[in-house]
């Protein structure tokens, strides 16, 4: 069974820093790519971040381009997200998912089939 934990969500100031982590069990991780969502109060859950089971190919939302950075350490089954120079529109629960097919990961959310439970991050302006 797949797991995924995310943590490191938490209050920041604008313009402050966070470092999610994502430790996944239950699938040999380094086959899988991985992925970021995120879901504010009434809003529907939109991609992040996302990167292949090598760490090769990433991609960003533009909302979050040059200021997150998504990475992962194969050898410890974790997936992380730098989120550096946050702006009150990043507050959302963050959650990280596992792909459906091996190696890609896409921008959809129904291009994954586990998600974690999710962390919140607020931003205070």
């Known amino acids: 069974q797949v797991q995924l934990v995310e943590s490191g969500g938490g209050l920041v100031q604008a313009g402050g820093s966070l470092r999610l982590s994502c430790a996944a069990s239950?699938?040999?991780?380094?086959?899988?790519?991985m992925g970021w969502f995120r879901q504010a109060p009434g809003k529907e859950r939109e991609f992040v971040a996302a990167?292949?089971?090598?760490?090769?190919?990433?991609s960003y939302a533009d909302a979050v381009k040059g200021r997150f950075t998504i990475s992962r350490d194969n050898a410890l089954h974790t997936v992380y997200l730098q989120m550096n120079s946050l702006k009150p529109e990043d507050a959302a629960v963050y959650y990280c998912?596992?792909?459906?097919?091996?190696?890609?990961?896409?921008?959809?959310?129904?291009?994954?089939?586990?998600w974690g439970q999710g962390t919140q991050v607020t931003v205070s302006s």
């Open positions: 239950g699938r040999t991780f380094s086959r899988y790519g």
């Open positions: 998912a596992s792909p459906v097919q091996l190696y890609y990961a896409g921008r959809t959310p129904e291009d994954y089939s586990y």
């Open positions: 990167i292949n089971w090598i760490g090769s190919d990433i």
